[in-house]
């Protein structure tokens, strides 16, 4: 599976921004999808993750109110947005798909990954 993430860039704190992420195999309901990011200097982190039926969503404590992760079966797409955003939310964003039955919020549960978009919070 080959995913391309886009939507990242430059914005003021308390602003929003919008992930894609698309995937070029069928079907993408067959994977499990999260979000991840990497800040510079720091280990890849878990933000969010969607099962593979649309049916359940998790995120990490730091994102919980202000991210809501989505998909699109059709489109074999999966969103991210991201509501009053932080200085601290500052880094490289990546989406990545898994073939395990239940799922995950670590790195060694995904199979696939992105290239990464980057998002930049200026304060």
């Known amino acids: 599976v080959q995913l391309q993430a886009s939507g990242g860039g430059t914005v003021q704190a308390g602003g929003s921004l919008r992930l894609s992420c698309a995937a070029s195999?069928?079907?993408?309901?067959?994977?499990?999808m999260g979000w991840f990011c990497q800040a510079p200097g720091k280990e890849r982190e878990f933000v969010a993750a969607?099962?593979?039926?649309?049916?359940?969503?998790y995120y990490a404590d730091s994102a919980k109110g202000r991210f809501t992760i989505s998909r699109d079966n059709a489109k074999n797409t999966v969103y991210l947005q991201m509501n009053s955003l932080k200085a601290e939310d500052t880094a490289v964003y990546y989406c990545?798909?898994?073939?395990?039955?239940?799922?995950?919020?670590?790195?060694?549960?995904?199979?696939?990954w992105g290239q990464g978009t980057l998002v930049t919070v200026s304060s």
């Open positions: 969607i099962s593979k039926d649309n049916r359940s969503t």
């Open positions: 990545a798909a898994s073939r395990y039955y239940s799922v995950g919020s670590t790195l060694r549960e995904y199979d696939y």
């Open positions: 195999r069928r079907p993408f309901g067959n994977y499990n």
